[in-house]
């Protein structure tokens, strides 16, 4: 196990398996999504998301103000994500900033 910390940008607790953000793609409650750019008329595809993870960004950044508009947890500046695999088990605890990677 292994932990990450990033900040809280939209509380919430998750756990569910990351994803990496693909155009045109449909998400789920199961789905943490790694969304590392900018997001423009496929943003409705990302409100069904369990959480939001990027390795960059603030409170103003893209993920940030989707996150808060469909009410799904996200952390921004999580470091050391580009380690984590697709279809990794995780945990997000947004309101204490921490994403828990369980290692196969």
Not at 10 to 25: D, M, Q
Request: proline share 2%; charged share 20%.
């Amino acid at each position: 196990m292994k932990i990450l910390t990033g900040m809280c940008v939209c509380p919430g607790v998750v756990e569910g398996k990351l994803v990496h953000y693909a155009a045109n793609r449909t998400y789920s409650q199961e789905d943490i999504v790694l969304l590392d750019e900018f997001v423009t008329q496929n943003v409705l595809l990302l409100k069904d998301a369990g959480a939001i993870l990027s390795s960059t960004g603030g409170i103003t950044c893209h993920a940030s103000l989707i996150a808060r508009e469909f009410n799904i947890p996200c952390l921004v500046s999580v470091k050391d994500l580009s380690a984590v695999k697709e279809g990794t088990r995780l945990k997000v605890d947004a309101a204490i900033e921490e994403v828990v990677v369980y290692e196969n």
